[in-house]
C-alpha cells in the first residue's frame, strides 16, 4: 500500500509569516494533486504537479513536486486568515488509484 | 454554480435505522464517488461509479451500500448507522476513472447518529 505522510499535521500562526508543509512517501507517484478543505466544505483542487522537479504557483502558494515524484511541499507566502482550512495532498498510483495523505490543519491567526 | 450537489448539508438518524444520501451533478462526468471523512482526517474512499459499472473497496463495510440510476444521481445507503458510522460524507465526480483526473467534490453531508 502506498501511503503519503503529511506534516505538521497541525500549524497555527499569525497572519503575514511564511509557512511550508510537506507529502511524504517512500513510493513514486506519478502526480500530485493539492486541495484545501474549508470548514464544512468539500475540498477543492489547488494544483496537479506532474513533472518531477516541477514548480507551480498559485498566487501566494508555491508547490513542489520532489524529482523523484516521492514527495512534494506547499510553501505560503504571507499567510493570511483566508488561507486557514485543510490541506490535503493525493498522489496518483501506478495502477491509477489516488492515496490521500491524511491532512495538514493549518489555522492563521489575525 | 454548485456543480456537485449533496443532499442534505446535515442528516441525523437514530442507531440501526436506515438513511439515505443523495449526490447529483451536472458535469456529466462519468465517475461518481462516495467518500466517509472523519474528523480532520483524509477522506476515505468507500466505492465509485465508472457510469453503470460498480466498484466496491475491500475494507467497506457491509452496511454501506450505493445506487446510481443515472448519470446524475447517485445514492449512499446506510442500512443500519452504528455510532462509529458518524461522519461526514463527501460525493465526488471526475471525467475519468483514471487518477489524474481530478476529483469534483461536494460540500458534503454531516451525518449524525443518535
Known amino acids: 500500500t502506498q501511503l503519503l505522510e503529511q506534516s505538521p499535521q497541525f500549524l497555527s500562526i499569525q497572519e503575514g509569516e511564511n509557512l511550508t508543509v510537506y507529502c511524504n512517501s517512500s513510493?513514486?507517484?506519478?502526480?500530485l494533486q493539492w486541495y484545501r478543505q474549508e470548514p464544512g466544505e468539500g475540498p477543492v483542487l489547488l494544483v496537479t504537479?506532474?513533472?518531477?522537479?516541477e514548480v507551480k504557483k498559485l498566487k501566494r502558494l508555491t508547490f513542489q513536486f520532489g524529482d523523484a515524484r516521492k514527495d512534494s511541499s506547499l510553501h505560503i507566502t504571507a499567510a493570511q486568515p483566508g488561507d486557514t482550512g485543510l490541506y490535503l495532498c493525493a498522489g496518483v498510483t501506478g495502477a491509477q488509484k489516488l492515496v490521500f495523505g491524511q491532512g495538514t490543519r493549518l489555522t492563521i491567526n489575525p | 454554480d454548485a456543480m456537485v450537489i449533496q443532499n442534505p448539508r446535515y442528516q441525523v438518524t437514530q442507531f440501526g435505522k436506515p438513511v439515505t444520501l443523495s449526490c447529483s451533478q451536472t458535469?456529466?462526468?462519468?465517475?461518481m464517488y462516495w467518500y466517509q471523512q472523519k474528523s480532520s482526517q483524509a477522506p476515505k474512499l468507500l466505492f465509485h461509479y465508472y457510469d453503470k459499472d460498480f466498484n466496491n473497496e475491500a475494507d467497506t463495510p457491509d452496511n454501506f451500500q450505493s445506487r446510481r440510476p443515472n448519470t446524475s444521481f447517485c445514492f449512499l445507503d446506510i442500512r443500519s448507522p452504528g455510532l462509529g458510522d458518524a461522519a461526514m460524507y463527501l460525493c465526488?465526480?471526475?471525467?475519468?476513472?483514471?487518477?489524474?483526473?481530478?476529483?469534483?467534490f461536494g460540500n458534503g453531508t454531516r451525518l449524525t447518529v443518535t
Open positions: 465526488a465526480t471526475s471525467r475519468e476513472d483514471r487518477g489524474f483526473s481530478p476529483l469534483h
Open positions: 504537479v506532474v513533472t518531477g522537479g
Open positions: 458535469l456529466n462526468h462519468n465517475v
Open positions: 513510493s513514486v507517484f506519478s502526480s
